[in-house]
């Protein structure tokens, strides 16, 4: 009994562990890369088990939702990444609540957001890029990044870290890495102008691995650390 109890325990702590494995294995050891736990749907303590496993960064899509749980977890060096889609009316409490913000793709949100920040140091941003295509993503298209960055310039509050996109929704493999090699190839592209980006988030549970092959610094792991999502 005591056996299965901790055995059902450390289940989230043994996924993270399986995917740090898998990383060394398919990275030639570039440590580098960074893990987001994407804890969206999951209780505050699924999230202190991540915690207590050593992880840090978390990712939560939905504002109300995050806010109870960035309440409720006041734990040192932790750091939240707002991953969602953001709705204008949302910019003031993501700017107060949040340290990373991955999901801007209107300037009218870069905007807001930026003027809310004004007294907190500049909040980390990555630019979302739909790079499948579909009219149903969110997200810059690729060819209209340059100018989206040249108009964010003016916004002090805000400090450019880099891209991030989700894929095509497909298993295919081959689809799968010619979209993150086209990722790849913008990042270095924006890298090139300006030293300080340094983030392509980019690979999830099912494809994170072909990911980091094409140059991820960060993955944006659900599922593959809590199992399905569970409702609070
Ligand atoms: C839910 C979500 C993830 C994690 O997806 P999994 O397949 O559960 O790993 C990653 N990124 C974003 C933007 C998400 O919304």
Known sequence: MLGFFLQKMSKIK?????????????????????????????????IEEAYDAGQRLFGENYLQEALEKIQQ????????????PIQSNKCKLIAENF??????????????????????????VCIQINIS????????????????????????????????????NTNNPDKLSEEFMEL??????????????????????????IAVKYGATLIRVGSGIFGSRELI
């Open 14 to 46: 043994n996924n993270i562990k399986d995917i740090y494995n898998r990383l060394l294995k398919q990275s030639a050891c570039n440590l580098d890369i960074k893990l987001l736990v994407v804890s969206k749907s999951q209780s505050v303590k699924n």
């Open 73 to 84: 977890i006041n734990k040192p060096k932790i750091e939240w990444h707002f991953i969602g």
């Open 99 to 124: 340290s990373w913000v991955q999901s801007i793709d209107r300037i009218k949100v870069a905007s807001r957001i930026n003027e809310y920040r004004e007294s907190m140091p500049p909040i980390n």
């Open 133 to 168: 295509n579909e009219l149903s993503k969110s997200g810059v298209q690729p060819h209209n990044l340059k100018a989206f960055i040249n108009e964010m310039k003016s916004f002090r509050n805000l400090k450019l870290r880099g891209i991030m996109s989700i894929p095509s």
């Open 184 to 209: 790849r190839k913008l990042y270095e592209e924006i890298k090139f102008s300006d030293p300080d980006i340094d983030t392509l988030s980019m690979g999830m549970s099912n494809d994170y691995l």
